[in-house]
C-alpha cells in the first residue's frame, strides 16, 4: 500500500486540532488502497495544542508529531515536517479547516494520472478585509512580472507532492525560506484545484497586515533583484534630467545673465534626493540582510521532541 504523510503544522491551536483530526479522518477513510499518516509539527505553541497532539498521537498510531523549542514560523514548521515524512506522496494542511479535506480524493485521483503536484487555488477572498485583497493582487502581479517563478493567485500551501518533488523542494536549502516560490521555482507537473474561499473554523488567524506585507516583501527580496534594477533605472534617469537642466542653465546665464537664486527649489531638491538616496540604501540594505542571515548558516527550526524515533 501506497503511503501518503499529511502534515499539519499548529500554532496556539487547542481548539483545531479534534475536529481537524475526526474530519480528515472521515474523508481519508473512504480512500482505498492509501494509508494515511499525520504529521503534526507544534511550532512552539503556548496553549494546549502539544498536549492534545501528545494525546491523539498516544491513542493513535499513525498520529505522530514533531514540537519545536520555540515558533519558528508556518515556514519552518512546513520544511521539518517535509523532512520528517516519509510517505509515497505528501500533503500539506492548515488545522484550521480552511484547507477544504473533501478534496482530497480528488488529489490522490490526480496524483494517479501521473502529476507530480496536485495544488489548490481559492477563486475569492470572501471574509478578507478590502486592502488585505488589494495589496496580495498587487503582490502577485509585481512578483509575477520580475521574478522568473510564476506565483498563482490565491495559491495555498495545501498541495500534494511526489517523494521526487519533496526532495526537490528540500534540496533548496535556503534559511531564509518563502516556500510559496520555492514550490514554484523547482517546477514539475502540477494539476490546479479551484474552490472557494473557507472561512477559519476555530481559532484566528496568525496574520496581521504587517506581518503580511513582509511577508510579500521577503518573497520579492528572495526571487527577485529587479527592484535594485529599478533603483539604478531610476537613478540613471534623475542624472539624465539633471544634466539636461545643467545645459539649459548654462546656456540661460549665457544668454539673459544670473538668475535670482531659488532657496524654495533648491531645499526641496535636496530633500527629494536624500529620500531617494535613503530609500536606495535601504533597498540594497534588503538584500544585504538576506546575504547576511543565510551566510550565518543557522538551521531552520530547533527540535524539542517528537515520537519519531528513526530519524
Ligand atoms: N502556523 C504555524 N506557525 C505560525 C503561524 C501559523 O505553524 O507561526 C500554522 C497555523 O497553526 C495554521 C497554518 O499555519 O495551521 C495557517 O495559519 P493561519 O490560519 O493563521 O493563516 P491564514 O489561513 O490566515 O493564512
Ligand atoms: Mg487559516
Known amino acids: 500500500m501506497k503511503k501518503i504523510n499529511i502534515i499539519v503544522p499548529c500554532y496556539n491551536e487547542q481548539d483545531c486540532i479534534l475536529p481537524f483530526y475526526t474530519t480528515v479522518s472521515n474523508v481519508v477513510e473512504e480512500i482505498r488502497d492509501y494509508e494515511f499518516s499525520y504529521l503534526f509539527v507544534n511550532d512552539g505553541s503556548k496553549d494546549k495544542t502539544l498536549k492534545i497532539i501528545k494525546e491523539l498521537s498516544e491513542s493513535h ?5 514533531i514540537s519545536f523549542s520555540r515558533n519558528f514560523g508556518k515556514e519552518s514548521a512546513m520544511y521539518a515536517g517535509l523532512e520528517y515524512a516519509d510517505g509515497d506522496f505528501v500533503v500539506l494542511m492548515d488545522v484550521d479547516l480552511q484547507d477544504d479535506p473533501k478534496i482530497l480524493p480528488q488529489m490522490v485521483e490526480a496524483m494517479e494520472e501521473g502529476y507530480d503536484c496536485c495544488a489548490t487555488r481559492r477563486m475569492d477572498r470572501k471574509g478578507e478585509p478590502v486592502i488585505r485583497s488589494c495589496f496580495a493582487k498587487c503582490f502577485y502581479k509585481l512578483m509575477n512580472h520580475f521574478t522568473e517563478v510564476e506565483i498563482v493567485d490565491g495559491a495555498r500551501d495545501y498541495r500534494m507532492m511526489t517523494r521526487q518533488m519533496v526532495d526537490a523542494i528540500l534540496s533548496v536549502n535556503e534559511r531564509v525560506r ?3 516560490g520555492i514550490f514554484a521555482w523547482v517546477g514539475f ?7 472557494i474561499n473557507i472561512e477559519r ?3 484566528q ?9 513582509q511577508y510579500a516583501l521577503s518573497g520579492i527580496i528572495a526571487f527577485s533583484t529587479a527592484p535594485l534594477k529599478w533603483m539604478m533605472g531610476l537613478g540613471g534617469g534623475i542624472s539624465l534630467v539633471s544634466l539636461m537642466f545643467l545645459l539649459y542653465k548654462i546656456l540661460k546665464t549665457a544668454i539673459i545673465g544670473v538668475d535670482v537664486p531659488g532657496y524654495a527649489s533648491l531645499v526641496v531638491l535636496i530633500c527629494f534626493f536624500g529620500g531617494i538616496h535613503l530609500f536606495a540604501i535601504g533597498l540594497v540594505g534588503l538584500y544585504l540582510g538576506n546575504v547576511y542571515s543565510e551566510s550565518k548558516q543557522r538551521p531552520v527550526y530547533i527540535l524539542k521532541e517528537t515520537d519519531i524515533k528513526d530519524k
Not at 498510531?61 to 508529531?65: D, G, I, K, P, S
Open 61 to 65: 498510531n499513525e498520529v505522530h508529531y
Open 178 to 180: 518563502f516556500s510559496k
Open 189 to 195: 507537473d502540477y494539476k490546479w484545484l479551484e474552490y
Open 201 to 203: 473554523q476555530n481559532g
Open 205 to 213: 488567524t496568525k496574520w496581521s497586515f504587517w506581518s503580511l506585507l
